[in-house]
């Protein structure tokens, strides 16, 4: 016969006589002998010995590691707010910082403006100066050019009407 079969024999004899596999229908004996008197001595002994031994430092150690951990957190906590705060006046100096180097740099373009326009108006009046002076000059010599003009025409006229008379003209 197979297992399967004889496990299947024996299953259906053990449900026609009302009996399950291993269980029994009533309730659970436990029997209290000395034995179990020792255990829990054993067990009472070995609390009272490994508590100052291995609980109480264990328990201590995981105390301190704790504590340790949230001041470390709190130290961070605080390092972060302070480099933060630092970061805000950084900030607030570079943008003061700015605002006065923009000022400056206003301020130096504005004076080269007028550097550069008072240098401008200097060039135009020492130009119109020499100009004039040149007109002036021009005018001197168109005036001593026509006079000598005047001069020689005349002594020209004379000539020419000395030859035309044939005498001497005053």
Known sequence: MTLLASLGLALAQSASSGQSLGLSGGAVNIDFDLS?????????????LLKPLLFDPVLALFAEREKRTDGAKAAAREMQEK????????EHELEKVSRVAAEERDKARAETARLEAQELA????????????GRSKIAEEIHAIQFDLG???EKLAKDIASRVLG???A
Request: aromatic residues 8%.
């Open 36 to 48: 179990f008197v020792a255990q829990m001595v054993v067990f009472a002994a070995l609390i009272l």
């Open 83 to 90: 480099a933060g705060e630092i970061l805000r006046k950084y």
């Open 167 to 169: 005498r001497e003209v």
């Open 122 to 133: 200097q060039a135009r009046a020492i130009s119109t100066k020499i100009v004039e002076e």
């Open 151 to 153: 001069r020689q025409a």
